[in-house]
């Protein structure tokens, strides 16, 4: 049971991260433009940037650990 669930968080969190690399912006603008519209929810490019790198980062972690743990058979007797 618990190994379907973190099968399906896994999956999502790929999907999410690919999603998030994909918001990245070539010249490092990223979502950046969108913060020049006064109903933006961050207050300037560069904290739009950080609040997308940090998202890539943390999914980056939480899919790369879970593949491991997934894949070293961890929780199969759980």
């Known amino acids: 049971m618990i190994q379907s669930v973190l099968t399906w ?3 999502s969190s790929g999907v999410l991260l690919v999603i998030s690399v ?3 912006s070539p010249k490092g603008d990223g979502m950046g433009g969108l913060a020049s519209s006064g109903s933006s929810m961050f207050s300037s490019a560069r904290s739009a940037e950080a609040t997308l790198n ?3 980062w943390t999914l980056l972690a ?3 650990g879970l593949a491991t ?3 070293a ?3 199969k007797g759980i």
């Open 9 to 11: 968080i896994w999956l």
């Open 69 to 71: 743990a997934l894949s």
């Open 62 to 64: 939480l899919f790369l």
């Open 73 to 75: 058979g961890w929780f």
């Open 22 to 24: 994909l918001l990245h």
């Open 54 to 56: 940090r998202i890539s």
